[in-house]
C-alpha cells in the first residue's frame, strides 16, 4: 500500500512563499518519477513540475523560475518551493508518483498511479 502525504499549503499574499511537502509510505521515492500537479474549482488538474528518478526536472511555463521540486537525500520526501506566489496559483497542490515516466511524458496525469490527498494553497491580498 502506498500513501502519499502533502503539507504545507496556506493562505498568503501576494508575492509571498511556501514550501509544500509530500511524504511517500510504502514505496521507496528514488526508483520512481513524482511530479506536483494542482486543480482550482474553474480548471482542470494541471501539471506543476516534475522529476524523474535521475534528478531531471521539468516545469510547467507558469511557474517556471518560481517553483523548484526536490527530493530530500534519504528518497522519502518530495517537495515544492513556491517562490513569487500570485492569485493564479491559488488551487489545491497534489503529489503523486509515476512508475515509468521519462522526463517528457512528466507532464502526463495518466501516467501517475499514486496522489495524495491534496493541501490548499491560497493567494489573496
Known amino acids: 500500500q502506498v500513501t502519499l502525504a502533502e503539507s504545507g499549503g496556506g493562505f498568503v499574499q501576494p508575492g509571498d512563499s511556501l514550501r509544500l511537502s509530500c511524504v511517500a509510505s510504502?514505496?521507496?521515492?528514488?526508483?520512481?518519477?513524482m511530479g506536483w500537479f494542482r486543480q482550482s474549482p474553474a480548471n482542470e488538474r494541471e501539471f506543476v513540475a516534475g522529476?524523474?528518478?535521475?534528478?531531471?526536472?521539468t516545469y510547467a511555463d507558469s511557474v517556471k523560475g518560481r517553483f523548484t521540486i526536490a527530493r530530500d537525500s534519504a528518497k522519502t520526501t518530495l517537495y515544492l518551493q513556491m517562490n513569487a506566489l500570485n492569485p493564479e496559483d491559488t488551487a489545491v497542490y497534489y503529489c503523486?508518483?509515476?512508475?515509468?515516466?521519462?522526463?517528457?511524458?512528466?507532464?502526463?496525469?495518466?501516467?501517475?498511479?499514486?496522489w495524495g490527498q491534496g493541501t490548499q494553497v491560497t493567494v489573496s491580498s
Open positions: 503523486a508518483t509515476c512508475p515509468r515516466c521519462i522526463l517528457s511524458t512528466l507532464p502526463r496525469a495518466r501516467a501517475y498511479d499514486y
Open positions: 510504502g514505496r521507496t521515492l528514488s526508483n520512481y518519477a
Open positions: 522529476i524523474n528518478w535521475s534528478g531531471s526536472k
